[in-house]
C-alpha cells in the first residue's frame, strides 16, 4: 500500500517548475499501469500550500513536484529513481531540479491511490496527468485542460469542471437529508406534530436538502418537501426509514412523518459531565456539595477518575456552601473550583471526611 510522506509547500513553489512546450508523452498508452482505485466520493481541496489530496483515506497535501514524481512515473512505466529525475529534470524542467530522496520519500510511485478525476471509472496515466496539471494551474477546468493538451501535448483528455469541484473543492458545509426526487427548487420543512418549524432547508444539491445546523425530528415529527414529489419513495434519516405518509395531508407537499424515536439530524454534542478537580481523591471517594450548615444535598458526585470527582449535571454552591471528600484526604490541598480557590477548612467539622467551604460568590460548577 502506497504510504505518502508529503510535505506541505507555499504556492510559490508552484513558480519554480517550468515546462518545455514541445513535451510529447504517450501518458495513455495501452503499455502505461493501471493503479489503485479510489472511491471517488472521496473529496479534497486546494489550500494555500499546494493540493490536498486522499492517499488510501488519508487527506494529505502534495506540492507540484510530489505530482510530478507520480506522473514520471506512470507515463515511464517505472520506478527506477534515476529515471524518473532524468525525466522531471530534462524534459518537465523541474527547478530546482528534482532529487533521489524526494522520489524515494513516495514510497513506490507507480502504486499511489489516487482517484479518478477523469470520471472514465479507470484510474490510470490519465489521471496522473490531471493530477499534475492541477498542481501546476490550480483546479480550473480550462486551465487543466489546456495545460495538458498545450504543455504536455496529451490528446483526448477533457475534464469538466463538475468533475473537478468534486475532488478539489470542500464539501458544502451543513446537515444533510436525502430525498429521492428532489427538485432544484424545493424547500424541506421539518415541523413538529403541532407544525412548529424545526427546520427549513437552505439550498438543494441534487437528492440532498441542505440545513444550516443540526436538529432533532420528535416523535410525530414531519418532514415537508414542497412542491409534492412525484413519486415518492421511502427516505433514511439518520440510520431511520420514514414512509411517505401521503401527497393530501399537506397539499403540494410530500410529508414524511416520524413515528418512532426522536431523530438527531447532524452532528450531537453529548452534554460532558461537570467535574471537580481534588488532589489526593480516592478512587472509592464520594464527594458530596451541600448548602449552608450541610443542606441540602446539592449534588453527589457518581463516579471518580483519577483526582476528578464527576458529577451528572451541572450545579452551583452558593455562599456557605460545603464540598465535602469522604474517606477524608490524608493532605488535602487547597482546589480551584470555576476559577475560584477553596482552602481546606479542616477533617474534623464533617469527621471522617476532608471539607471546603465557599466563603465567595456563588460557583457555578458545569
Known amino acids: 500500500m502506497f504510504q505518502p510522506n508529503f510535505k506541505p509547500s507555499r504556492n510559490s513553489a508552484l513558480g519554480s517548475l517550468l515546462l518545455a512546450s514541445s513535451l510529447a508523452v504517450a501518458a495513455c498508452s495501452a503499455e502505461t499501469p493501471q ?9 479534497a481541496q486546494v489550500p494555500e500550500e499546494g493540493v490536498a489530496f486522499y492517499y488510501d483515506g488519508v487527506k494529505t497535501s502534495i506540492t507540484a513536484r510530489d505530482a510530478a514524481v507520480l506522473f514520471a512515473a506512470c507515463t515511464l512505466n517505472t520506478n527506477d529513481a534515476a529515471k524518473i529525475i532524468s525525466f522531471a529534470n530534462t524534459t518537465l524542467k523541474l527547478q530546482p531540479p ?4 524526494e522520489v524515494t520519500g513516495l514510497g513506490d510511485p507507480l502504486k499511489p491511490a489516487i482517484s479518478d478525476f477523469t470520471g472514465d471509472g479507470t484510474v490510470n496515466c490519465s489521471d496522473a496527468a490531471v493530477l499534475f496539471a492541477a498542481s501546476v494551474v490550480g483546479s480550473d477546468a480550462n486551465k487543466i485542460n489546456g495545460f495538458i493538451a498545450g504543455t504536455l501535448k496529451i490528446p483526448g483528455i ?3 469542471q463538475t468533475q473537478l469541484d468534486s475532488f478539489f473543492r470542500p464539501a458544502p ?10 427538485s432544484a427548487g424545493a ?4 415541523t413538529r406534530s403541532d407544525g412548529t418549524v424545526i427546520a427549513t432547508s437552505t439550498s438543494v444539491s441534487g437528492n440532498e436538502a441542505i440545513f444550516a445546523a443540526p436538529f432533532t425530528i420528535p416523535f410525530g ?7 409534492a414529489i412525484a413519486s415518492p419513495q421511502p427516505i433514511s434519516v439518520s440510520g431511520f426509514t420514514l414512509s411517505v405518509f401521503d401527497n393530501t395531508t399537506n397539499p403540494g407537499s410530500t410529508t414524511y412523518f416520524n413515528f418512532g424515536p426522536p431523530i438527531n439530524v447532524g452532528p450531537v ?5 461537570p467535574q471537580i478537580t481534588i488532589p489526593g481523591l480516592s478512587a472509592s471517594a464520594t464527594v458530596t456539595v451541600t448548602g449552608v450548615g450541610g443542606s441540602p444535598v446539592i449534588a453527589t458526585s457518581t463516579s471518580v477518575s483519577g483526582n476528578e470527582a464527576i458529577f451528572a449535571a451541572p450545579f452551583t454552591i452558593p455562599f456557605g456552601g460545603q464540598i465535602r471528600v469522604t474517606p477524608a484526604i490524608a493532605s488535602p490541598q487547597p ?12 477533617n474534623t467539622t464533617n469527621p471522617g471526611s476532608t471539607t471546603y467551604f465557599n466563603f465567595g460568590p456563588p460557583i457555578n460548577v458545569n
Do not use: E, H, Y
Open 35 to 43: 493503479v489503485t482505485q479510489v472511491p471517488p466520493t472521496l473529496t
Open 98 to 101: 528534482l532529487t533521489s530522496a
Open 158 to 160: 477533457n475534464v469538466s
Open 173 to 182: 458545509s451543513g446537515v444533510r437529508i436525502t430525498i429521492p426526487g428532489l
Open 187 to 190: 424547500t424541506v420543512t421539518v
Open 221 to 227: 415529527g414531519q418532514i415537508r418537501v414542497t412542491p
Open 269 to 273: 454534542t453529548l452534554p460532558v459531565s
Open 335 to 346: 482546589i480551584s473550583v470555576s476559577g475560584f480557590t477553596l482552602s481546606v477548612f479542616d
